[in-house]
């Protein structure tokens, strides 16, 4: 018997995806002192006489960076502000006091004071769309989030912010399928100019779709994932995503863990617990040896550990008749011609370290049994780990069922152009 390593359940995701998105600085167009006479739908701002004297110890109170006195100023003007002039003025000046105040609320209200009057110049309308649409992001008003940063992406706004933030607000307002178009543009154009894709990009959709139980969407992006930031922790998150998604099938697993490895993606002792018992069960006694070795050379497995030592104190005999064995058969007339000898005997060799022979018994077994899934894919892992990516591509694009997701992922790492890895059971 053996025992998974997966302890925790699929929903675990938070852990595995976590990526914050910060809210950013107050504009520093806003924080400029308006133009005595502003443009704004093609006329100036004029004052009302009466709001004359509080718009000028407003000004003063700004230009002191008195909060009080601005305060104070603002209270009185409110009284005397009557014209759309006055009001959109008026606004500014709460912008500034939240500035002074660093109080994001009230910068966002007279952010959206100006924008609502109508009366912001045209120059202007990116900055402080993206700016109030910033504000109500880290207020979680996601709506109105989405209100203005779409406004500000109408205006022609360049803040390198704008459509990571406008992906989320989109997420988070349940509107995944506009938020995933944003972040798949925001990837294309980076792959485009030769750059690499924001995490950010992958981690909100895949958080999303996890979350409305779409899990062949939030796959495909975790598929894109590793394509862009393959590193080991990567891989083996997004394994053993999918690992969970097996459904018990032990066949299948043992595939999942093997391109666990193939990525050096196993880094904890119960990884190697459950692909050791998973090769024994199957009958391959020298892949068993092989990835406890792996684990004890990475440090993973202490040297002195008494559940590994007793799994190569019995399976080492056994590997090494399993091995004289194959050697003999594999090039037999009888284990070619027969397809179930011919994929057995293929599946022994790339467990032990020898995909290159393992080739063309797997094209044996597919001559006589076309239609055999598990010998597809695994002639595309045997192409792969011999550093054939093109043809392994080929060998993938035919898998389908159960090992249709785990085709595309071995795929991603086959046109990778990673070096051949080293399974020998020695």
Not at 240 to 250: A, E, M, N, V
Not at 297 to 303: E, F, H, L, N, T
Not at 327 to 346: E, G, H, I, Q
Request: with cysteine.
């Amino acid at each position: 018997m053996f025992k998974h390593f997966r302890s925790m359940p699929a929903t675990a995701m938070a852990a595995l995806l976590g990526c914050a998105l910060m809210t950013t600085a107050t504009p520093a167009a806003a924080q400029k002192k308006p133009k005595k006479e502003e443009a704004a739908k093609g006329k100036s701002l004029s004052p009302s006489k009466g709001f004359v004297p509080a718009l000028k110890k407003m000004t003063d109170a700004t230009g002191a960076k008195d909060a009080a006195a601005l305060q104070a100023a603002m209270t009185e003007a409110q009284a005397s502000a009557t014209s759309p002039d006055d009001k959109y003025l008026l606004s500014f000046y709460q912008l500034q006091l939240g500035i002074l105040n660093k109080d994001t609320a009230l910068q966002g209200q007279g952010l959206d004071g100006m924008l609502d009057s109508g009366l912001t110049p045209a120059e202007n309308l990116a900055t402080y769309n993206f700016y109030s649409g910033n504000f109500a992001y880290g207020a979680k008003n996601y709506a109105k989030a989405i209100q203005r940063l779409e406004a500000a992406k109408a205006a022609g706004s360049t803040e390198p912010a704008l459509s990571a933030i406008l992906m989320d607000s989109y997420l988070n307002a349940g509107q995944i399928d506009q938020g995933w178009t944003i972040a798949k543009a925001g990837i294309d154009a980076a792959r485009a100019a030769g750059t690499k894709p924001s995490e950010e990009l992958y981690v909100r959709p895949a958080q999303a779709f996890q979350k409305a139980n779409r899990t062949n969407e939030m796959l495909d992006v975790l598929t894109m994932r590793v394509e862009d930031h393959p590193s080991p922790a990567t891989w083996r998150n997004t394994l053993y995503i999918l690992l969970q998604q097996s459904g018990g099938d032990k066949e299948l697993n043992l595939d999942i863990l093997r391109l666990m490895r193939a990525t050096n993606a196993m880094t904890q002792r119960p990884e190697y617990l459950e692909y050791a018992a998973l090769a024994v069960e199957a009958g391959y006694p020298g892949e068993a040896i092989a990835v406890i070795r792996q684990g004890q050379d990475s440090g993973v497995i202490p040297k002195g550990d008494a559940h590994f030592g007793s799994i190569l104190e019995t399976q080492t005999p056994r590997a090494a008749a399993d091995a004289a064995a194959v050697a003999a058969d594999a090039s037999k007339p009888a284990t070619l011609n027969n397809p179930k000898a011919a994929r057995s005997t293929a599946d022994v060799l790339v467990g032990i370290g020898q995909p290159a022979k393992a080739i063309p018994l797997y094209e044996a077994a597919l001559k006589g049994a076309p239609t055999d899934t598990v010998a597809q894919f695994r002639l595309g892992v045997a192409q792969a780990l011999t550093g054939q990516g093109d043809a392994a591509a080929a060998s993938f694009a035919k898998v389908q069922g159960s090992r249709a997701r785990l085709a595309k992922l071995w795929t991603v790492r086959a046109k990778a152009g990673a070096a051949p890895v080293a399974t020998t059971a020695g």
